[in-house]
């Protein structure tokens, strides 16, 4: 049996995020760390986010929906002086309750060494703060 370090491996994401609400794509660089540290195996991909305003969706990019996710949640998160939480940009405290709904991690499937997504599920950042430009995102490999 090895030892710890065979079965996990960990990297940090540096993804440059701007000042506009984004909803980033990290599904290639998700599976070019499995390239390097999977090694062919099954296992688990937890993707993580350490940030109180940000989260981890899966979900189909392209075709309009990272932009019907945002719309959503303005929808459900208006940016407006109605949050106890106010510091930052004005309407900041809705992107402090974003967590509860695109939670800061995602855990799936690793098989043979490729993330098993169905066919038009892509892993993104979802980021509306806009007073944060830059965003780190743990990828921890188990297997």
């Known amino acids: 049996m090895g030892g ?3 079965v996990f491996s960990t990297h940090i994401l540096h993804v440059a995020t701007g ?3 984004t909803v980033a794509d990290l599904t290639g660089d998700c599976e070019e760390f499995l390239r390097q540290r999977a090694a062919g195996r ?3 991909l937890n993707i993580f986010v350490p940030h109180a305003t940000a989260g981890v969706a899966v979900l189909e990019t392209g075709a309009g929906s990272d932009d019907d996710l945002l ?3 303005h929808t459900l998160l208006p940016a407006d002086d109605r949050w106890q939480h106010r510091h930052g940009s004005p309407g900041h405290g809705r992107d402090h309750v974003l967590p509860a709904l695109v939670p800061p991690h995602a855990t799936l499937p ?3 060494g490729r993330l098993a997504l169905g066919t038009w599920q892509s892993v993104c950042l979802v980021d509306t703060n806009k007073d944060n430009p830059n965003r780190q995102v743990r990828l921890s490999f188990l297997g």
């Open 110 to 112: 690793v098989i043979g």
């Open 19 to 21: 000042s506009r609400e």
């Open 4 to 6: 710890m370090s065979d």
């Open 71 to 73: 719309a959503a949640l």
């Open 42 to 44: 099954d296992g688990l």
